[in-house]
């Protein structure tokens, strides 16, 4: 097999609602670039990157001539050839080797008719459990203002009612700590028996990371997820608050595995498998963290059907998943993927079981969604529609005014 062709296709898929984060906001639009890999027996692999509500199809464009002609199969190879770890001072390709990768993976699966958690070791779950992922978010057509805990409390009990989760994560960093940390109780009160996750994105103080480790030690949780940045601020805040730690911002390669664990500051590694450069640098650095004792858990950086196959795909493999993975995916009103949005049951979705990543595009959804990424553009991810003029610091602490009600 040989690629012969790679297309991309910028799409803005709409989400429920506006979602704020500590950096932003997700302006009521996922922007993803859809991959297409074309080989000479005809097969097509998918991909897909995000990009920070970006497109990126002018990078997949330039990769063709370094990838024409490449054996999918060399997956290896392919690392080298696009993402030599001295050449990415200067070209920075993980996240588009990560596109490809899935890409090529697909390829493989789909020409030996298998699907590609078979490709990874098989699989040793049916099912990947998630959490809900809980957003402070701005109304839209058909849903409400997060903003209080009230608000919050009403939303999780619906999406616990449609999806069965018994994990929730609320994404803060957006209100002030002690507004959040009261939101975060609020969780605890009103859903008993369910377990917790806080991810501020690491814009917390140290000192502030502390004060709010401290005052929920007595919860149900998971983990704490990022609450300071850096590895040292992890390990100062670890040090003194029982709570396990998390991250997805500090440990995203082997380089900065191996300093967690020399000396860890986090005890739970979110695995991405964009951010990681591919679903198998994933399984690796899981192996790592089955040796070392440290947990895994499949992080979500925004997904369309073909990263949340990947993400299936990968915590179908890991015998140490002892975590529920994120997905934004229950934030979003449609899919690009034949069959539109896959389904939760009990929490869970089901790994798929076709060949390849077992997911196919439908080029009327993709045709659509491309028309309105032409109508509606990108939108700048660090950036806060309703508060025109602010950009976050880290640590930050010029937060969003909770009593505000306030609109873009
Ligand atoms: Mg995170």
Redesign the pocket.
Known sequence: MKIVDIRATTVAVPLEAPLRHSNGAHWGRFVRTIVEVEADNGLIGLGEMGGGGESAEAAFGALLPYLKDHDPFQLEALRFKIANPTASLYNNRTQLLAAIEFACLDLIGQHLGVPVHDLLGGRVRDRVPFASYLFFRYAAEGHPEIRTPDQLVEHTAALKAAHGFTVHKL?GGVFPPDHELECYRALAEAFPGDRLRY?P??VLSVAEGLRFGKAIEHLDNDYL??PVWGLEGLRIVREQVRVPL????VVVNFEQLASNVLRRGADVI?LDTTFWGGIRPCVKAAGVCETFQLGVAV?SSGELGIQLATMLHLGAVLPNLTYSA?AHYHQLRDDVIEGGKMAYSEGAISVPSGPGLGVRLDKERVARYAELYREQGGYPYDRDPGRPGWYATVPNERFADPERDIAP
């Open positions: 994404k991810d994105n690491a997820e990022d998390a991250t997805n911002t979110l992080h994120d």
